[in-house]
């Protein structure tokens, strides 16, 4: 059986694609450049999210602590508490809900703080996952554009995009398809942290707003998708898991760099879809 041509799919859309797809339970893959390194951009926040669990679950934190986030020092962002203006309290697992869910860059710094990067990195090499790097939050990360470029948003000419230290893996948070989809393997079969952290890591990673991406392949009332999306400019990325009523359950992690710098290109959103439900439909065979 012949694997899908991902190359020549990614290629109609407009983007360079890597891809890894793992069968959860199996173990059985397929990928294409499955092992390179790249920025992850937003999706940091799910090992930052399992690390949070960690720390409750050995009765470092708890998850039901208040925190108050004023109105000064935000992180930038088009959402959540990034997006309002006045003083917010709240728990850290709300936190945790509002950085996967809507992406929300000043919950997730404001968790990052809290636990720390070297927390995460330490975490992420006992997993195995050495080529996973948390090395800035997102306010660092945005605040980089603008540093890299001499102005602010938007960002579409080449040679801004060329000067981005955000989009080399070497200089900022960074992941492979392959260590994506074994963390979100980890994950779902209970093995990133208690039982229950698990299981409640998998509803708030379900509770994600975002159906442009990897949900797009899966147009299904009974299969249930739950990811993570990342963006800079040029880069769009999601992983995640594709869960079939039979029982079947699939690890996906898509990452994509447009050859055009505009901003919107539905074309490359809908293609991590599109190859997630090829990779899925071929481990199905």
């Not at 959540?80 to 000043?106: C, F, K, P, Q």
């Not at 080399?168 to 979100?184: G, I, K, Q, V, Y």
Request: charged share 20%; proline share 6%.
């Amino acid at each position: 059986m012949s694997a899908p041509d991902f190359e020549s799919l990614f290629r109609t859309a407009g983007v360079s694609g890597w891809l890894h797809a793992a069968d959860i339970d199996t173990g059985r893959e397929i990928g294409i450049g499955s092992d390179d390194p790249l920025p992850m951009a937003s999706m940091f926040k799910v090992p930052l999210l399992v690390a949070l669990c960690r720390q409750a679950d050995a009765g470092l934190l708890d998850p039901a602590e208040r925190i108050t986030v004023t109105g000064a020092g935000r992180s930038p962002g088009p959402t959540g508490i990034s997006a309002m203006l006045d003083e917010v309290t709240i728990s850290l697992r709300d936190l945790a809900y509002l950085m996967i869910a809507v992406s929300d860059n000043t919950s997730a710094d404001t968790l990052l703080a809290r636990i720390g990067q070297d927390t995460i990195n330490a975490m992420l090499d006992a997993f195995g996952l050495d080529g996973t790097r948390v090395v800035q939050g997102a306010g660092e990360s945005v605040d980089s554009l603008g540093r890299d470029t001499g102005h602010g948003w938007p960002f579409v000419d080449p040679d801004d995009i060329e000067r981005l230290s955000a989009l080399d893996p070497a200089r900022s948070n960074r992941s492979t398809p392959r260590e994506m989809t074994r963390l979100f393997g980890l994950i779902w079969r209970d093995e990133a942290a208690s039982a229950a952290s698990c299981a409640w890591m998998r509803g708030v990673l379900n509770a994600q707003v975002w159906p442009h991406r990897l949900a797009s392949g899966f147009p299904y009332d009974d299969v249930a998708v739950s990811g993570k999306t990342g963006t800079l400019p040029t880069l769009r990325c999601e992983s995640g898991v594709v869960d079939y009523p039979d029982g079947g359950r699939y690890a996906v992690s898509v990452f994509t760099r447009s050859f055009s710098t505009a901003l919107n290109q539905p074309r490359a959103d809908a293609v991590i879809g599109t190859s997630a439900r090829m990779a899925v439909d071929h481990l199905r065979r």
